[in-house]
């Protein structure tokens, strides 16, 4: 078994000024700058045979090149339950296209179809028990944040093994936008 998902990177230019919004919530486990990304959509554990179906279905979505911008930050959970800060993605019709296409895919290599709903983001911390007061002034602190646009050729699928600090992840394969 192996635990993938597919994912646009996030370029380590971009990626250091998420970096320097990485303070001011005690206990929060910050992401590193290699681990950021926007998820397109998570598999999680899949038998090799059927990861091997999936790239080859992967291979053949169509989707051009696009450009994104990040904008804003946000939490998932409520009061207790809080458990990661983001970095939201600015709408964009071409992301969630794609975003369709690899749940398409996933379909197609016979995965269950995906319950939540797609909300871009960047994952900046994973958080546990944290203040939500807190958690409420960082956000607030960050609201404005605006990346200037970034241009989006590629996208991976990516392998992620959870170890006891956080996962970590490794690109297996790039797929061009065309």
Same mark, same amino acid.
């Given at each position: 078994?192996?635990?993938?998902?597919?994912?646009?990177?996030?370029?380590?230019?971009?990626?250091?000024?998420?970096?320097?919004?990485?303070?001011?919530?005690?206990?929060?486990?910050? /992401?590193?700058?290699?681990?950021?990304?926007?998820?397109?959509?998570?598999?999680?554990?899949?038998?090799?045979?059927?990861?091997?179906?999936?790239?080859?279905?992967?291979?053949?979505?169509?989707?051009?090149?696009?450009?994104?911008?990040?904008?804003?930050?946000?939490?998932?959970?409520?009061?207790?339950?809080?458990?990661?800060?983001?970095?939201?993605?600015?709408?964009?019709?071409?992301?969630?296209?794609?975003?369709?296409?690899?749940?398409?895919?996933?379909?197609?290599?016979?995965?269950?179809?995906?319950?939540?709903?797609? /909300?871009?983001?960047?994952?900046?911390?994973?958080?546990?028990?944290?203040?939500?007061?807190?958690?409420?002034?960082?956000?607030?602190?960050?609201?404005?944040?605006?990346?200037?646009?970034?241009?989006?050729?590629?996208?991976?699928?990516?392998?992620?093994?959870?170890?006891?600090?956080?996962?970590?992840?490794?690109?297996?394969?790039?797929?061009?936008?065309?």
């Amino acid at each position: 078994m192996i635990r993938l998902f597919a994912a646009v990177a996030v370029s380590p230019e971009l990626g250091e000024g998420l970096q320097a919004r990485q303070n001011g919530l005690a206990g929060a486990n910050w /992401r590193p700058l290699e681990a950021f990304h926007i998820t397109l959509r998570f598999f999680g554990e899949v038998r090799e045979d059927v990861a091997d179906d999936l790239h080859l279905e992967l291979e053949h979505i169509a989707a051009s090149p696009m450009n994104l911008e990040l904008e804003g930050v946000g939490s998932f959970g409520e009061g207790p339950d809080l458990h990661a800060v983001w970095a939201g993605v600015k709408e964009s019709p071409a992301l969630r296209r794609l975003a369709k296409a690899c749940e398409t895919a996933a379909r197609r290599a016979g995965l269950k179809a995906e319950a939540r709903a797609y /909300r871009p983001h960047v994952t900046l911390a994973y958080l546990r028990r944290p203040d939500p007061l807190e958690v409420a002034a960082w956000l607030s602190a960050n609201a404005l944040l605006k990346s200037p646009p970034f241009e989006v050729k590629s996208f991976g699928l990516y392998s992620s093994l959870l170890l006891s600090g956080g996962s970590r992840y490794q690109l297996e394969q790039i797929y061009k936008l065309r």
